[in-house]
């Protein structure tokens, strides 16, 4: 069932929730963001899968809210007559909306906690375990509002009144539970009158800074100015910028960190006018098991994202080759530190990133 809504602010919304019976994970449809607001329900496998792959929910902590909130409604609707056969089910599930993206790690962390759980109480009648499934999605879900509320406390203490702020695609509200990542510290700083001038690349190819951080940064009155990617560096150079704020999907164990394609640009840029970066996430993006950047998967997508979407028109030359990865990977030594919910973490980051992720085990 699809439901549209209007004359509510977009920060009213949950970007994923359960509906009231508990059937179905409702989630804001982002790929008709900001012009329409319509939240649509997802009961099977494939709805799920689809919302994920088409970034209708995107972000690295809401589809990993999303897939552990999709297994509950999943093993909820089950008729497995017995335990293992409903393991073998939930396991199925859970390896195919796995493949739905491949390079944010919270998908997998979020997916791995639910099959533990399953595993965990594996001799028991699937309705139990499936009660024991609902508590761990809600516990995902809810711990994902509480991280990002903690990230903007330790973000803030990088920031001072006034300061101008350059974020790339969207680590918001829309991109999490709650608060966003990158966003967390600007939405703390706004309640204490910090009065932050904030600029959002467009971040091509598919928009997410033009349409979903300037949208929900302007709906909470925050100053944001929308710029394209290729304008960074003059926003930069004309002293505009005091930090860079991004999000991130993995984190390798040498502070390594892939975001979404045209972040290193910007790291690689701001280093040049001595502009510090400030990558915003979870413990639960921290991968230890991926050593550094070149062994982090790189998505690769569609053609059309790139010569058709957002077009009245395709723009590119029929048969153009395009390459499309949807992130690149900003070098450690480009970042300043990485801001997480148990704390800041600095070079040498093999160290700091282990102690942090150690805090949160
Ligand atoms: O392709 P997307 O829109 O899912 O990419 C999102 C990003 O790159 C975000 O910066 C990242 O997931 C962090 S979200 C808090």
């Known amino acids: 069932m699809n439901q549209q809504t209007e004359n509510k602010n977009i920060m009213d919304y949950d ?9 179905a994970v409702v989630i804001l449809d982002q790929t008709k963001l900001p012009g329409t607001i319509e939240e649509i329900s997802l009961r099977t496998a494939e709805e799920l899968y689809e919302a994920i792959y088409l970034l209708k929910v995107r972000g690295a902590p809401a589809i990993g809210v999303a897939a552990a909130l999709g297994i509950y409604v999943l093993a909820k609707q089950t008729k497995a007559p017995d335990s293992d056969t409903f393991y073998r089910e939930l396991v199925k599930n859970k390896e195919y909306l796995e493949s739905a993206r491949p390079t944010a790690v919270n ?3 979020a997916l791995n906690r639910m099959q533990s759980v399953a595993l965990s109480h594996r001799g028991e009648t699937p309705a139990a375990v499936t009660a024991h499934l609902r508590e761990e999605a809600i516990a995902i879900w809810q711990e994902d509002i509480r991280v990002c509320k903690k990230i903007g406390e330790y973000g803030l203490t990088l920031l001072k009144p006034g300061d ?6 969207n680590a918001g509200q829309l991109a999490t539970s709650r608060y966003g990542t990158a966003t967390a510290p600007i939405y703390l700083g706004q309640e204490r009158g910090y009065g932050f001038r904030v600029f959002a690349d467009e971040t091509r190819p598919l928009l997410q800074g033009a349409r979903l951080t300037a ?3 302007k709906a909470s ?4 100015t929308l710029i394209c990617d290729n304008m960074s560096a003059s926003v930069m150079k004309n002293g505009w910028v005091d930090a860079v704020f991004v999000g991130c999907d993995r984190v390798a164990a040498n502070g390594d960190t892939a975001n979404k394609i045209g972040t290193s640009v910007v790291a690689a840029v701001a280093k040049y006018y001595g502009i510090p970066v400030y990558v915003c996430a979870p413990t639960s993006t921290i991968d230890p098991d991926t050593p550094d950047g070149d062994a982090i998967r790189i998505e690769q997508r569609p053609a059309e994202e790139v010569t058709e979407m957002w077009y009245r028109r395709r723009m590119a030359p029929d048969d153009v080759k395009v390459y ?4 690149d990977v900003t070098d450690h030594g480009l970042i300043a530190g990485i801001v997480t919910e148990y704390g800041i973490a600095r070079e040498p980051y093999e160290i700091s990133l282990a ?3 150690g805090m949160a085990e």
């Open 355 to 357: 102690k942090l992720k």
């Open 107 to 109: 998908l997998s962390w």
């Open 324 to 327: 499309n990865p949807a992130f």
């Open 15 to 23: 970007t994923v929730r359960l509906d009231e019976e508990e059937s």
């Open 215 to 217: 949208y929900e940064l």
């Open 164 to 169: 101008g702020i350059l974020t790339h695609c």
């Open 221 to 224: 009155g925050v100053d944001v």
